[in-house]
């Protein structure tokens, strides 16, 4: 084996070893937050509301909605979703908060709950542990980070284990097919390399989308090359503004429902919208509006922000905001990295195949452990050192083992004379 080779194969087993528990953590919540959308309207059926040819609940109608559920607590965001109950967030993000379902047509309160500090959904818990492992942001986040790197360079070094020597009728059913028949230790093996060959683009795809998250140099580094040289500009949603230089024009319940109607106006046939109320107690904060074009997919939606008391339209941020079809490559790649991310570029058909892959991925660790304890200390024998056993030559044959002490001379058997 060359020197090459057991580099490579020296760092895929210990960086294994290392990151495997990691790999399991992110790649098994990544695979459970792939279908979070589908799980969560069929847990809520009560959600659903059929699509009506009328005119939804305005912003301002939500804000009193809100507080004559919760008093004094502040109104975050709401989510218009064709079909869905509008989602109604209050509070801080990192404090007391809490969620309201409203029907989007007659503003009837369908459910309620409200959560303390520190507490999570399921699907919150989940993005969680998927992002920093369920430690504190500042210790969990890196850890993710690197450890998705780590596996990055596990997926390139398991390529070149992988690939063979020589390529014959043997070899090919070795690495492409799983010998259900066998031991258990070969079909571990197998599920290791063969699916671990299958599942590699689709786990490099997840895995350097991943990254753009949570490391800078990376993120940054990317958007250099895929966009020619261009820097990433820095992401500011509150945007400033000279609104009061020219004095106020509008009160908060006109400003915000004439920013909706703007969009509305703009976007008639898009399929959701995130609408961001500006913080009243801060006169930069911006009204911020997301419109999704296509329900389940993110890629070409497009940023409105205005200011709350002039509704100026404010400068959009340089990347996200940008229009999909307007955009460079580099821009389209970015604002297309969360659906790569979860498969959603692909449609339905994208989401199973990413759901297979991470499930595949979260497998690797294990049956890559397996491999190696079972290679480590599967192969020894029970009993002492020097045990009466028989020995195997290179042929498989058996030998029997010489005795420990050989005579000096053999007695003959009397013969009697007839």
Not at 141 to 169: A, S
Not at 174 to 200: A, E, T
């Amino acid at each position: 084996m060359s020197t090459f080779k057991k580099i490579n194969n020296w760092l895929h087993l210990w960086l294994g070893l290392i990151s495997g528990i990691i790999v399991f953590i992110v790649c098994i919540t990544g695979c459970i937050w792939v279908f979070n959308e589908e799980i969560t309207a069929m847990t809520e059926p009560e959600t659903r509301v059929e699509r009506q040819n009328k005119a939804v609940v305005m912003p301002s109608q939500l804000m009193q909605i809100a507080q004559k559920q919760y008093p004094g607590m502040k109104v975050s965001y709401a989510t218009y979703q064709q079909g869905r109950a509008i989602y109604l967030g209050l509070g801080e993000r990192r404090g007391p908060n809490a969620t309201i379902r409203v029907n989007p047509y007659t503003g009837v309160v369908i459910s309620k709950e409200m959560h303390k500090k520190g507490e999570a959904d399921f699907f919150r818990w989940v993005l969680n542990g998927h992002r920093f492992l369920w430690m504190p942001v500042e210790i969990g986040r890196p850890i993710v980070n690197y450890g998705t790197l780590v596996f990055v360079i596990l997926l390139v070094t398991g390529l070149i284990w992988w690939y063979p020597k020589k390529w014959t009728k043997s070899t090919v059913d070795k690495s492409f097919k799983i010998k259900w028949n066998g031991s258990f230790k070969r079909v571990n093996l197998d599920l290791h390399n063969v699916l671990g060959f299958y599942s590699l683009l689709f786990l490099l795809a997840i895995a350097l989308t991943g990254m753009v998250y949570g490391i800078k140099w990376y993120s940054e580094g990317l958007y250099w090359v895929t966009s020619g040289g261009d820097s990433l500009p820095g992401r500011n949603r509150e945007a400033g503004s000279d609104s009061l230089m020219v004095g106020k024009f509008y009160s908060p319940q006109q400003a915000i429902d004439k920013a909706w109607n703007t969009v509305i106006r703009n976007h008639p046939k898009s399929e959701g919208f995130y609408y961001s109320f500006p913080d009243t107690a801060k006169a930069s904060s911006p009204i911020f509006v997301t419109v999704y074009p296509n329900s389940g997919q993110f890629y070409n939606n497009i940023g409105c922000s205005f200011d709350q008391h002039t509704l100026k339209e404010l400068p959009r941020d340089k990347v996200y905001g940008a229009r999909y079809e307007e955009a460079g490559f580099g821009t389209k790649l970015r604002k297309m990295n969360y659906d790569i991310h979860v498969g959603s570029i692909l449609g339905f058909p994208g989401k199973v195949l990413a759901f297979l892959a991470s499930l595949i991925g979260a497998s690797l660790p294990v049956t890559g452990f397996l491999v190696w304890w079972g290679r480590k200390w599967g192969g020894k024998k029970n009993g002492k050192k020097g045990s009466n056993v028989k020995k195997v030559v290179s042929n498989g044959a058996h030998v029997a083992p010489k005795p420990r002490f050989q005579p000096s001379t053999v007695k003959k058997s009397p013969v009697v004379e007839q």
